[in-house]
């Protein structure tokens, strides 16, 4: 047992709140960017969109690299990287610099988080994870959903630059610490890379992000979309086909961990198909300011930041099954607030919004804990950078869920407006699928255990 675990915790949580952060922070300066260098909108969201694809590309590959060279080396080397991809952009002099500079950061955030997981997991006994994930699982919510509204903040005071240049002093505390406070454990495992494997599933990816964000430019949708499941399809092919793949086999024919990593994605896919219309709903079509709408939006990450470490203490002592089975059903009711609600009714949406942050700061401590738990301690990086690779493609899914159904909700113009179809219809039916989603991932808790279950039969 590792003596100063909880400071160690610290450390961890910094570097993965840095790296969830930066998935969003900067898309509040993409308009004063794309002005500044003489660029369009189209062009500049690549500085975003390389970011994610770096990570998704990488973080398969990153992870089992880790268990073989040690991570403790590469989580401390991920902030210093990190912390130089920050500083490049900060004083990059076109958008190319910049996005090769996101990319870096892109390279650092797969670093840590491919690792982030693991390191609880590694020095945390198992009566005590769930909680020390609890806590992970908090700043993980807070990082991505707090990208937006801080990012607005900062650049209310200052320039864009300084989106980049917080991280520096962030990253080289990280470094420093990590080295000297990380555990050095010997790995035994000899690292295989799946480079086509990931190769195949970042493009997937890229295609699907590009249609879910509708901006696919001269492609049409549908052929963006095609090709993405067709590339998944292809990925999956053959994973099957190859031993040690992304899709490793020693950990997919575990049950409680394909059931975890299924459930994660769902959840994740529900979070932001209602997240991101309620955003557009608030300013667009109840003409709330974005300081107000990002105030309402607290409440989300606050409640879960509440939930969560009681959701993984229940875990620690009585097991996983209450907050597994609850967690989801507490996310139905909330759908429900919304299907069920007057047109157009903040305070609904308000409720949805927090009532949905407690049910994942019951499920996701405490489904994070039991499938990190399940793995084996030589394959702990990559079943790591596994999860965080579903949080992303899930994210990246409920994106596009949420286009389907309401359009972009930007006014008059929008999808939802043209196609003379009421808007808070649309979303009725959005957060009716949310439900049933919610619904079935509270059933497949069903397949867990029932009681406290120890680590070395959960592996077995």
């Not at 509040?28 to 189209?42: D, Y």
């Not at 607030?337 to 007057?342: E, R």
Request: proline residues 3%; contains cysteine.
């Amino acid at each position: 047992m590792v003596a100063n675990r909880w400071r160690i915790l610290h450390i961890i949580n910094i570097g993965t709140f840095m790296s969830t952060l930066d998935v969003g922070i900067v898309n509040v300066a993409l308009p004063t960017m794309a002005e500044q260098f003489g660029v369009s909108l189209a062009s500049i969201q690549w500085v975003v969109t390389c970011y994610l694809l770096t990570m998704v590309a990488l973080l398969p590959l990153m992870g089992r690299l880790s268990d073989a060279v040690g991570r403790h080396y590469i989580y401390s080397g991920g902030f210093l990287v990190f912390a130089v991809g920050s500083l490049y952009a900060a004083f990059a002099g076109s958008l190319t610099g910049i996005i090769i500079a996101r990319c870096i950061q892109g390279v650092g955030a797969t670093m840590i988080m491919a690792n982030s997981q693991a390191m609880v997991r590694q020095i945390f006994p198992d009566e005590e994870r769930g909680r020390a994930l609890g806590f992970n699982a908090v700043v993980i919510s807070i990082g991505t959903l707090s990208g937006p509204a801080l990012g607005g903040l900062l650049l209310g005071v200052t320039g864009w630059e300084w989106l980049f240049l917080l991280n520096v002093p962030f990253g080289i505390a990280g470094l420093v610490f990590g080295l000297k406070w990380f555990p050095k454990i010997k790995q035994a495992v000899t690292a295989r890379l799946d480079l086509v494997g990931s190769f195949l599933l970042a493009i997937a990816a890229v295609l699907l992000m590009l249609a879910s964000e509708g901006s696919g430019g001269m492609f049409d949708l549908s052929w963006l979309i095609a090709g993405g499941l067709g590339l998944l399809l292809l990925f999956a092919v053959y994973e099957i086909r190859i031993k040690d793949g992304i899709l490793d086999r020693e950990l997919f024919t575990k049950r409680l961990i394909v059931i975890g990593n299924v459930s994660a994605f769902a959840i994740h896919l529900i979070q932001m198909a209602s997240l991101i219309p309620i955003t557009f709903y608030f300013q667009h079509q109840l003409g709330f300011s974005p300081w107000l709408t990002g105030l309402v939006l607290c409440v989300q990450p606050l409640l879960m930041g509440i939930a969560a470490p009681y959701g993984g203490t229940y875990r620690d002592r009585y097991g996983a099954f209450v907050p597994l089975f609850a967690g989801p059903l507490a996310a139905a009711l909330s759908m429900a607030i919304v299907v069920f609600a007057p047109s157009g009714s903040a305070i609904a949406m308000t409720l949805q919004l927090g009532l949905f942050g407690i049910a994942m700061g019951l499920f996701q401590s405490t489904n994070n804990a039991e499938i990190m738990s399940a793995a084996p301690d030589h394959k702990i990086s990559h079943m790591g950078s596994m999860l965080a690779l579903i949080r992303y493609l899930g994210m990246i899914a409920g994106t596009g869920l949420a286009a389907a159904f309401v359009g972009d909700l930007g006014g008059v113009g929008s999808p939802a407006f043209l196609n003379g179809v009421d808007v808070h219809t649309r979303m009725q039916w959005l957060f009716a699928v949310c439900l049933i989603l919610s619904l079935a991932v509270s059933g497949l808790a069903m397949l867990r255990p029932r009681r406290h279950v120890q680590e070395k039969q959960l592996q077995a």
